[in-house]
């Protein structure tokens, strides 16, 4: 099934994105300042995320060895 990987991920990035500017704006109450952190967190791994699903599309598929047939019976 093909994806669009690349959108996804910037999606998510945007959300976690929109999150943090809401509670930059908002000023929650120092026991609950982790929820920045959380939101700078899921920025950084979306943009890990998308560093990765670039450099892994760029690489040349695998060579196919055939076509691969259905077995119906237990080895």
Do not use: H, K, Q
Not at 22 to 39: F, G, H, K, Q, S
Not at 45 to 71: A, H, K, M, Q
Request: proline share 11%; net charge positive; glycine share 10%.
């Amino acid at each position: 099934m093909r994806t669009n990987d690349t959108l996804t991920i910037l999606t998510g990035t945007g959300l976690w994105a929109i999150a943090l500017v809401v509670l930059l704006v908002a000023r929650p109450d120092p026991e609950y300042r982790w929820w920045i952190w959380t939101c700078v967190s899921g920025i950084c791994g979306g943009l890990f995320g998308l560093w990765y699903v670039r450099r892994r599309n760029r690489r040349p598929p695998p060579p196919s060895e055939g076509p691969i047939e259905p077995t119906t019976s237990i080895l």
